[in-house]
């Protein structure tokens, strides 16, 4: 049984471990700099004070799916603007597509943004994937290109 839920995730980052390793290996493009090692401390300190969206999907009690966001009440340009910017989002293969967990996942998120104020939703999509195309499907915007080159 399918069940998409709010949670924290500093406490969560050893169960998500394997999926943690999977999106990594799957989507990171600079691995060589980009090593996987999650700073649980900041997630705590994030979470204590309320700017963390922790949405976690399950199967029974396996751990199928994950989206992070980082809420700011007041953007840093825009003071009077609250935003919500995923930080991660994340779907084992084998629930994607038709089980539809990923839009579940972006729903609940958008959900507990708007309940804190949220005026803004941005999601980071790499290009050519599953979430660069459904984005615009659910009435995303381009906002921004993002490019990154090793120094």
């Known amino acids: ?40 401390a900041a997630y705590e300190r994030l979470e204590a004070q309320g700017l963390l969206i922790g949405v976690m999907a399950f199967d029974a009690e396996d751990l199928v799916g994950y989206s992070v966001s980082i809420f700011a009440p007041k953007h840093i340009h825009y003071r009077g603007l609250a935003v919500v910017n995923n930080d991660v989002i994340y779907v ?8 539809r967990v990923g839009l579940a996942l972006i729903r609940e998120t958008e959900r507990i943004a708007r309940e804190r104020g949220a005026k803004l939703v941005l999601w980071h999509a790499k290009p050519d994937t599953a979430l660069e195309a459904v984005l615009p499907r659910l009435g995303y915007d381009v906002q921004d290109i993002v490019y990154s080159r090793e120094v």
Do not use: C, F, Q, S
Not at 20 to 31: F, V
């Open 1 to 40: 049984m399918l069940r998409i839920v709010e949670t924290t995730v500093a406490d969560k980052i050893e169960l998500a471990a394997p999926l943690l390793r999977a999106h990594w290996d799957e989507i990171a493009r600079n691995k060589r700099v980009m090593v996987l090692d999650p700073d649980v």
């Open 92 to 99: 084992a293969p084998a629930y994607r597509g038709a089980a």
